[in-house]
C-alpha cells in the first residue's frame, strides 16, 4: 500500500530547473517532517532538505542549499522539492520520507518509492 508516493521526476539538460512532489496519503503530524534525499548509482543516501510539517521550518544539506528549495501545502498534504540549476551530478533517486526529522536517514521512518532524476550535459 502506497503512504508516500513521489512525481516529477524526469529527463532534463544542466541548467534546468524541476519539481518534485511528495503526497502523502496518510495524515501527517504537525511534529513531524518532510525530508527528500536522493541516492546515486554507488552511492550513499544523502539529505537534501527537510520541513517541519506544522511551522514550515526548513533545513537544507550545504551542498543544494542555494539551489534547491523544499516547501509544503498542508490542505494537499504534499511537499515539493523546487530544484533550479540542475547539474549532471545532481543525476540520482530522490526519496521523500516522513519522520521525526533531523538531518539522517534514520530520523525518517515512512519512505516514498522515488522518483528518477536525469540531467544531462
Known amino acids: 500500500q502506497v503512504q508516500l508516493e513521489e512525481s516529477g521526476g524526469g529527463l532534463v539538460q544542466a541548467g534546468d530547473s524541476l519539481t518534485l512532489s511528495c503526497h502523502s496519503y496518510?495524515?501527517?503530524?504537525?511534529?513531524?517532517?518532510m525530508g527528500w534525499f536522493r541516492q546515486a548509482p554507488g552511492k550513499a543516501r544523502e539529505f537534501l532538505a527537510a520541513v517541519r510539517w506544522s511551522s514550515g521550518a526548513t533545513w537544507y544539506a550545504d551542498s543544494v542549499k542555494d539551489r534547491f528549495t523544499i516547501s509544503r501545502e498542508i490542505l494537499k498534504n504534499t511537499g515539493r522539492l523546487q530544484m533550479n540549476k540542475l547539474r549532471p551530478e545532481d543525476t540520482a533517486v530522490y526519496y521523500c520520507a516522513v519522520g521525526p526529522g533531523g538531518y539522517s536517514e534514520y530520523k525518517f521512518g515512512l519512505w516514498g518509492q522515488g522518483t528518477q532524476v536525469t540531467v544531462s550535459s
Open positions: 496518510l495524515h501527517t503530524s504537525g511534529s513531524d517532517a
